[in-house]
């Protein structure tokens, strides 16, 4: 009887636990920055302009927006789960310097923008600023998605979508739900993961240019998710490991293969 007593409040206390899990699970992956930042006090690259867009569900949404000065590409930034738009600027700047169009996207519940971070309303907000900057007389075939960690979920589910360009995926994951399961694993969390992300199962259907770059080192999302991608990926694909670099430290380098990578594309076009 006492076992049969211990194990039921192990068992309830475990149940408690799962049901917390699926709940709260949100709050374990989105980290989002509530404060508003405007651009006029950012230490932001001078050529953003603020770009407001309106979502299908309704939500005013702004981004920072640099047009091309003297390349073709415009490329549109998607970060990941615990940056914003004053944190991620920087990145924007050596594609900025190079003449390229550089749209640094901020998604719902960022930034001080209205809204609550899901996966349905990630893509609802990528696609509205993908529509805003077509409405603005940018071609699809020249917008190249840019998704960092959880953004590169939010660049494949758009490179389904849309005819672009190309697609540049650094440190990517093969889903959402396979690295919950991962992080979790005395819950059955991908079976219970509301947001999925499932790029291992979108990457077939691109047809566009991938690039895809690891850092070597990198702790939260094992390196060979990146491998796994693109042994999925269409040609023409291409994908580098970077050594010494981790999941945060890589911008720099990737700047360097990115733009050559750009630069490739245009010849081809």
């Known amino acids: 009887m006492k076992i049969r007593y ?24 989105y980290f989002p920055s509530h404060d508003h930042v405007y651009l006029s006090d950012a230490h932001a690259n001078s050529a953003f302009k603020e770009f407001t867009v309106r979502t299908e569900d309704g939500l005013d949404l702004t981004a920072w927006y640099a047009p091309a000065t003297s390349q073709p590409f415009t490329i549109v930034f998607f970060h990941g789960n615990g940056d914003s738009l004053s944190a991620a600027s920087p990145v924007a700047d050596p594609y900025i310097a190079e003449g390229y169009g550089f749209l640094l996207a901020e998604y719902r519940g960022y930034s001080g923008l209205p809204g609550t971070p899901t996966e349905t309303g990630l893509y609802a907000d990528a696609r509205a600023y993908i529509k805003g900057l077509m409405a603005q007389g940018v071609k699809s075939e020249n917008i190249i998605l840019f998704g960092h960690s959880l953004g590169t979920g939010v660049a494949v589910q758009m490179a389904e979508e849309f005819h672009v360009g190309g697609v540049m995926l650094l440190a990517p994951y093969l889903s959402i739900a396979e690295m919950a399961q991962r992080n979790y694993p005395y819950f059955p969390a991908k079976y219970f993961a509301l947001d999925r992300y499932e790029n291992d199962n979108k990457m077939k259907n691109l047809h566009a240019p991938v690039l ?14 990146g491998r796994e991608l693109y042994a999925l990926a269409n040609e023409p694909r291409q994908f580098y490991s970077l050594p010494g670099r981790g999941h945060n430290d890589c911008f720099d380098d990737f700047a360097i293969i990115g733009l050559e990578w750009i630069k490739r594309l245009r010849a081809i076009n």
């Open 6 to 29: 211990v194990v039921g409040i192990l068992l309830g206390l475990y149940l408690l636990a799962l049901t917390g899990f699926f709940v709260f699970q949100r709050s374990f992956l």
């Open 212 to 225: 895809i770059v690891n850092g070597a080192g990198d702790q939260i999302i094992p390196p060979s998710e």
